[in-house]
């Protein structure tokens, strides 16, 4: 079985599932999409290392075997789970704290 192929997949959907949730519109987000292309960028420079060494590596069992030089490609849909669920919740939070830091928020606590 193809646990971490699964598992990243799971993580992607959940990822896109919280950004709808919350209402944050990340895949609507040019920034978004262009921090995540640097990111890509960052992520096969450290992860190829890595893989590349091998200081890392993978079970053929648990992954479908495809690569992007030495990088499973489930490192990347991980990778960007974890991107999205991050910023997702931070620009959620943020979101919030800005509106309850507003000065419409401070007159309606004053009344």
Do not use: C, H
């Given at each position: 079985?193809?646990?971490?192929?699964?598992?990243?997949?799971?993580?992607a959907a959940?990822?896109?599932?919280?950004?709808?949730?919350?209402?944050?519109?990340?895949?609507?987000?040019?920034?978004?999409?262009?921090?995540w292309?640097?990111?890509?960028?960052?992520?096969?420079?450290?992860?190829?290392?890595?893989?590349?060494?091998p200081?890392?590596?993978?079970?053929?069992?648990?992954?479908?075997?495809?690569?992007?030089?030495?990088?499973?490609?489930?490192?990347f849909?991980?990778g960007?789970?974890?991107l999205?669920?991050?910023?997702?919740?931070?620009?959620?939070?943020?979101?919030?704290?800005?509106?309850?830091?507003?000065?419409?928020?401070?007159?309606?606590?004053?009344?």
């Amino acid at each position: 079985m193809k646990e971490y192929t699964i598992l990243a997949f799971i993580a992607a959907a959940g990822a896109i599932l919280l950004d709808m949730i919350l209402k944050t519109r990340l895949m609507k987000n040019k920034k978004f999409w262009v921090f995540w292309a640097v990111m890509f960028v960052l992520i096969f420079i450290v992860n190829g290392y890595l893989t590349w060494r091998p200081i890392v590596l993978y079970n053929d069992n648990f992954y479908l075997g495809i690569r992007l030089f030495t990088i499973p490609v489930e490192d990347f849909i991980y990778g960007f789970a974890l991107l999205t669920m991050n910023i997702s919740i931070w620009e959620y939070f943020t979101r919030k704290f800005k509106q309850q830091n507003s000065p419409a928020a401070s007159q309606k606590r004053e009344e």
